[in-house]
């Protein structure tokens, strides 16, 4: 499999395909060239940003997704490749059965469970408190959550985590921190969302997400356990938002450093978009009543120290 990067496109250029490679324009610099199939996600940040059909076309058909920025460089928008696996039919009856079996709870108690374990993992990289009392609500977790653990494991995280002025926020946040989580998760669940649909999945039908207006549930879903790789990212580059808030190139370089970072996953160490396909991939795999556990991630592999976090080359 080819090295799966995320490309941003953070000033004004022009992007065409040229012998089946993207070609970059940019004024005053030598084009660069790159394989659609070596992007797994490509920002356009720049609202100058020119691009033909044909780049459209040959990066949906490389299986790369797209997303289009706002004003505040959140992404507002995003295209994804429609699969054409043969299997879709197949797997959204699959899904649908699914949807009333008492095992999708079980798998939401999962997700949920991995996710407090690896905020908790998170708490430690980071010399923070606080990380025994996730670990003791990730023991604790119902089928569908019943007693929302999750929610009581959320606001003590984000209490120990980030300073105590910090309040989560997903929708129009204007605070430097929230906009690089918010930044960060949108590509993470765009990586999620591609693995998806190219095994034929129907992103609208969750297992803990059900949110009738959302076509991502799924990858909502999915997303949850791998959060942390983009928390600890951002809490290591705590210098820059707190002495220079603005989220310019640097800073988005920084932050995509997690896409290069490997995770802990079945004893192993893993690069971030295969520990995703292999979760996906599991999900599959319970669907067909071969399995019916998850595999999700225990922890990043480069944990010594904040040292393994150093920032990585970005596109």
């Given amino acids: 499999?080819?090295?799966?990067?995320?490309?941003?496109?953070?000033?004004?250029?022009?992007?065409?395909?040229?012998?089946?490679?993207?070609?970059?324009?940019?004024?005053?610099?030598?084009?660069?060239?790159?394989?659609?199939?070596?992007?797994?996600?490509?920002?356009?940040?720049?609202?100058?940003?020119?691009?033909?059909?044909?780049?459209?076309?040959?990066?949906?058909?490389?299986?790369?997704?797209?997303?289009?920025?706002?004003?505040?460089?959140?992404?507002?928008?995003?295209?994804?490749?429609?699969?054409?696996?043969?299997?879709d039919t197949g797997r959204l009856r699959q899904q649908i059965a699914f949807d009333t079996n008492e095992k999708r709870g079980v798998l939401w108690q999962q997700l949920v469970s991995a996710k407090l374990l690896n905020q908790a993992y998170a708490l430690r990289l980071l010399k923070r408190n606080g990380a025994l009392r996730l670990e003791r609500l990730a023991s604790q977790v119902q089928p569908g959550d019943k007693s929302n653990t999750e929610g009581q494991g959320s606001k003590h995280y984000w209490g120990n985590l980030f300073p105590e002025t910090f309040k989560r926020s997903k929708e129009g946040a204007e605070d430097p921190l929230n906009i690089r989580l918010n930044y960060g998760y949108a590509v993470l669940r765009a990586m999620i969302a591609r693995t998806l649909v190219s095994v034929g999945l129907n992103g609208a039908l969750g297992l803990g997400h059900s949110n009738a207006a959302?076509?991502?549930?799924?990858?909502?879903?999915f997303i949850e356990p791998y959060r942390f790789m983009v928390d600890i990212q951002v809490a290591d580059d705590a210098d820059a938002w707190s002495e220079v808030p603005e989220f310019d190139s640097r800073a988005k370089r920084h932050l995509l450093g997690f896409i290069e970072h490997t995770v802990r996953m079945d004893g192993k160490e893993v690069r971030l978009h295969a520990a995703i396909d292999a979760s996906i991939a599991s999900y599959v795999r319970i669907l067909d009543g071969k399995d019916h556990r998850l595999l999700l991630p225990e922890g990043a592999a480069l944990t010594k120290d904040k040292r393994a976090w150093e920032l990585m080359d970005g596109a």
């Fill in 1 to 87: 499999m080819p090295e799966q990067r995320v490309l941003a496109i953070s000033n004004p250029a022009t992007l065409r395909i040229d012998t089946g490679r993207l070609k970059i324009e940019r004024e005053g610099y030598e084009p660069v060239f790159v394989s659609p199939k070596d992007i797994a996600v490509l920002c356009l940040e720049h609202h100058t940003v020119t691009l033909s059909v044909a780049v459209l076309r040959t990066l949906a058909e490389a299986g790369a997704a797209i997303i289009v920025t706002d004003t505040r460089h959140l992404p507002c928008a995003m295209q994804l490749p429609l699969a054409a696996t043969g299997l």
């Fill in 214 to 221: 959302n076509a991502f549930n799924l990858a909502d879903d």
